[in-house]
């Protein structure tokens, strides 16, 4: 029959499948975590902060101001300058340092860089998730790959016990129901054979979306004794609020609301700067010839009233402060919510596969034994099919265990924050400059 060619066109393809290429799981996400995304918008997020720290610091360093004017100027005066035009010009050369500032300029710096950690923290869990997705793609298309040998597997064993079953009736020892029932069992397995390959054909297409490439045309089997667990769920738990990358953000947020409150609380210091002005001017005020002016000044601004604004800004960024605090504490909820479940999945699933394990060899050795004794007339035909299906339901149940639990041992690294580290991917990198060719372009252009 053709399901037969179809089970030695398999097992050829299986066989010119090993000269081919192999990806593992960790080759697959390395080189293609910088691609994806999600990780791309959190990197860049990123390093827009690193920016801003640097923005920030510029206010510890003196600002340098040229100023070039030319123009007409008219003037009129009781001292004797009377309807005077001139063609005024005017250069000057300024110097402002800051000394003082109610220390707003460091609570800047400390608030871009409490933004910073939170945006570093937020493309570590960016990139956890892809890895924990593209790692769930690999599992998953593997899981279908196997599932769907296991529906031919079956497929081929129902031919074999219809050919059994045909033989047999030709020569008369057999009945048009047990034909009829071979062949409802037969359409069955047929039918559970494109449902496989559909699986596989879903599970492919998810790969790529999440992975951004083809699926390769072998996937080496993951092996995760590699990857070691905390001893205990309390462990685990203690991990994932201290090095998780959504506690850490939470943390981050939680002290760039104070350093903000601390920015507020500025304004209401004064402010000393030390001001130098060099000053070159020719025909002015109505008087001919050239001016030179140089000053150094110590300038205390000090503002007396502005309405309260002040005031309510402290008071909102109090509120912001208890905001993040909140999201803080419900973030420690989840994490620890999420960690609990994950190791609650993966110590049942580990144990399920140990007795899925058993009774995989149970019901293969029940189907052998009902075989014999079919072929001697001590067991009917319903009773070999039974057997079949539950070999095949068997095994497909010990599949999903196995893959499940992998799955779920990872989503325990995920909570703890220590996947990327536990499977040895790295951080995608700041390219420095990240300046486009067109931005330089603008930037010349306005002179900066």
Same mark, same amino acid.
């Given at each position: 029959? &053709?399901? *037969? ?12 499948? +090993? ?12 080189? &293609? ?38 123009? $007409? ?11 005077? @035009?001139?063609?005024?010009?005017? =250069? ?25 950690? !939170?945006?570093?923290?937020?493309? *570590? ?10 790692? /769930?793609? $690999? ?5 279908? @790959?196997? %599932? %769907? ?24 020892? +057999?009945?048009?129901? !047990? ?18 390959? &559909?699986?596989?054909?879903? =599970? *492919? ?49 939680? @002290? ?22 060099? /000053? ?8 001919? +010839? ?21 005031? =309510? ?19 420690? /909820?989840?994490?620890? #919510?999420?960690?609990? %479940? ?8 580990? /144990?399920? !596969? #140990? $007795? ?7 019901? #293969? ?6 075989? *014999? ?10 009773? %070999? ?32 924050? @220590? ?30």
């Amino acid at each position: 029959m &053709n399901v *037969k060619h179809s089970v030695l066109g398999l097992a050829m393809g299986l066989a010119f499948s +090993g000269w081919a290429s192999a990806a593992s799981l960790q080759e697959v996400v390395a080189e &293609n975590i910088e691609h994806n995304p999600q990780v791309q918008e959190a990197l860049h997020n990123y390093a827009a902060t690193v920016q801003g720290i640097r923005q920030a610091k510029a206010g510890y360093y003196p600002t340098i101001d040229a100023t070039l004017g030319y123009g $007409y100027e008219w003037t009129d005066k009781e001292n004797g300058v009377d309807d005077v @035009e001139l063609n005024r010009r005017e =250069a000057r050369l300024n110097l402002n340092q800051m000394i003082f500032d109610g220390f707003a300029t460091s609570s800047e710096v400390a608030r871009q860089q409490a933004q910073s950690a !939170s945006r570093a923290s937020a493309l *570590k869990d960016q990139a956890q998730q892809y890895v924990l997705n593209a790692s /769930r793609a $690999y599992l998953e298309v593997q899981r279908r @790959e196997q %599932l %769907l040998t296991l529906a031919k597997e079956s497929l081929y064993n129902h031919v074999k016990i219809y050919d059994q079953i045909k033989r047999r009736s030709e020569s008369g020892m +057999g009945t048009l129901a !047990s034909i009829q029932q071979a062949e409802g069992r037969l359409a069955l397995a047929e039918v559970n054979m494109l449902v496989a390959e &559909n699986n596989l054909r879903d =599970a *492919k297409a998810s790969y790529m979306r999440v992975v951004g490439q083809p699926v390769p045309e072998t996937l080496e089997p993951f092996d995760s004794s590699s990857l070691m667990l905390p001893a205990t769920v309390e462990e685990a738990v203690s991990k994932g609020l201290a090095m998780q990358p959504v506690a850490v953000l939470a943390q981050a947020d939680v @002290e760039e609301a104070m350093a903000q409150r601390d920015a507020a609380k500025s304004r209401m210091s004064p402010r000393l700067d030390l001001e130098v002005e060099r /000053r070159w001017d020719e025909d002015i005020d109505g008087v001919e +010839g050239q001016d030179e002016d140089l000053t150094a000044m110590l300038r205390l601004r000090y503002n007396i009233y502005n309405g309260g604004g002040d005031q =309510a800004r402290i008071r909102q960024t109090e509120y912001q402060i208890g905001e993040a605090q909140a999201i803080q504490r419900d973030a420690q /909820r989840q994490i620890r #919510e999420s960690v609990e %479940l994950s190791w609650n999945a993966y110590d049942t699933l580990k /144990r399920q !596969s #140990e $007795y899925l394990e058993r009774h995989v060899i149970s019901s #293969e050795d029940t189907r052998n034994s009902y075989q *014999k004794q079919f072929d001697i007339g001590q067991r009917s035909l319903l009773d %070999l099919l039974d057997t079949e299906n539950e070999v095949f339901s068997a095994k497909n149940q010990l599949a999903d265990a196995r893959v499940d639990t992998e799955i779920a041992k990872l989503r325990i690294l995920t909570g703890t924050g @220590e996947l990327l580290e536990a499977m040895e991917i790295p951080l995608p990198e700041i390219d420095e400059p990240m300046i486009t060719e067109e931005s330089q372009m603008e930037m010349a252009d306005s002179g900066q």
